[in-house]
């Protein structure tokens, strides 16, 4: 069975400074990964998706994750935060006989002035 | 123009009570999804539907009863509410089975009393 492990509950951040968002998952063949955004109040979006090829995927909003097969990570990066990123992010895995992807427990960031 | 959407927004019961949420997608996609978010924003999948029909039902009490009149609408109707199903109820929606992208609703937040 797959599952998805996100380390950090809360990560904070000023505004302008780098992001990094750890996220590790567990299958036995290549995955495919998401990454989810949940701004307060609302339903989630898709910031990207690896199913295959290139390790690094760019997404939506300046985002960007990393697939790393020997360290089972697909870890959500972005140069410079701003403060409307502040949200909660959701990892992703799928993969196998269930096309539904099992979510990890979020982290919520918090962005500084 | 609003992708999917769930009414009502917000929704607070006794316990024992019978209710329905409703959720309707104009995607023209084939595939919809409902979810549930508790409190520590852990999210899992519920129901998943194809073309009007039920392909997905996790372990869900059966108090639980998903209904799909057309593959634009996937309602979700609960009776005999308990404390438990104090949650966040989110409905999406994707192109077809498979990992497509999912297009989430704005959620509905189920308060039991």
């Known amino acids: 069975a797959q599952s998805v492990t996100q380390p950090d509950i809360h990560i904070t951040v000023s505004e302008g400074a780098s992001l990094e968002l750890r996220c590790n998952y567990s299958?036995?063949?290549?995955?495919?990964l998401f990454w989810y955004v949940q701004s307060p109040g609302q339903g989630l979006q898709l910031l990207l998706k690896?199913?295959?090829?290139?390790?690094l995927v760019q997404g939506i909003k300046g985002f960007e994750a990393e697939f790393k097969r020997s360290q089972s990570s697909f870890n959500l990066r972005k140069p410079s935060v701003h403060w409307s990123d502040a949200a909660e992010y959701f990892c992703a895995v799928g993969g196998g006989g269930s096309y539904i992807p099992t979510f990890g427990r979020g982290t919520s960031l918090i962005v500084h002035p | 123009d609003t992708a999917v959407s769930q009414t009502p927004k917000y929704l607070v019961t006794q316990m024992g009570n019978d209710k329905s949420i409703k959720c309707e997608q104009n995607?023209?996609?084939?595939?919809m999804y409902w979810y549930k978010q508790d409190s520590k924003k852990f999210l899992k999948i519920m129901f998943s539907y194809n073309n009007k029909e039920l392909i997905i039902n996790e372990t869900v009490p059966n108090r639980f009863s998903p209904k799909s009149p057309d593959k634009a609408h996937l309602n979700l109707h609960i009776n005999s509410l308990e404390l438990g199903d104090s949650a966040v109820y989110f409905c999406?929606?994707?192109?077809?089975?498979?990992?497509?992208?999912?297009?989430f609703g704005p959620g509905t937040r189920l308060t039991v009393l």
């Open positions: 690896y199913f295959s090829g290139d390790t």
């Open positions: 299958y036995g063949a290549t995955p495919y």
């Open positions: 995607l023209g996609h084939d595939t």
């Open positions: 999406a929606s994707s192109v077809d089975r498979g990992f497509d992208t999912q297009y």
